[in-house]
């Protein structure tokens, strides 16, 4: 069963644009390092609700299972790099 993995974020405001670029780089490779993560796509906020609350990114990969996201997270593929640039 396929599954998505969706994170919305918010990046503290001292985090420069090239580091985010960098971030965003990474974690789109991270395709290339977990066979079962399928996708990996991305965008910012153009809503015209202004309903964001603040957030500015989403992030959405697509999986093989629950269990192939629990292997990233073992990984710290994304907490440890991200944890402190977003709130």
């Not at 780089?25 to 390092?33: E, F, I, M, Q, T």
Request: glycine share 6%; aromatic share 10%.
């Amino acid at each position: 069963m396929a599954v998505k993995h969706i994170v919305i974020a918010k990046f503290k405001d001292e985090i420069s644009q090239e580091k985010i670029d960098e971030l965003i780089k990474g974690y789109a490779n991270l395709v290339n390092l977990i066979p079962p993560m399928k996708s990996f796509h991305w965008g910012t906020d153009v809503s015209a609700e202004n309903l964001h609350q603040g957030f500015t990114h989403v992030f959405e990969s697509n999986f093989e299972s629950v269990e192939a996201i629990a292997e990233m997270d073992d990984r710290g593929q994304i907490g440890m790099r991200c944890s402190n640039v977003w709130h």
